[in-house]
């Protein structure tokens, strides 16, 4: 078995919960930004939410240097 068998598969994958206190904003500002259509991808598998890590990370990286409206 190689350590990517081990792996849990949703490792890379992090919870609205998760992600909001990495951001340090309420998870309800997520579900905000979805409908405006500003939110970072998510995954949707079953009625539960999850963001990649990598996905979040390059969303990070696409709002650098944009001012707020």
């Avoid at 190689?2 to 949703?10: A, D, H, R, V």
């Avoid at 992600?19 to 409908?35: D, M, N």
Wanted: aromatic residues 8%; hydrophobic residues 40%; glycine residues 6%.
């Amino acid at each position: 078995m190689n350590s990517q068998e081990s792996k849990p598969l949703l490792d890379d994958y992090m919870s609205p919960n998760e992600l909001a206190a990495q951001l340090g904003i309420c998870s309800r500002t997520l579900v905000r930004w979805h409908l405006l259509g500003i939110a970072p991808p998510k995954t949707m598998i079953g009625r539960k939410v999850y963001y990649k890590r990598s996905s979040v990370a390059a969303w990070l990286d696409a709002r650098e240097g944009r001012v707020a409206a």
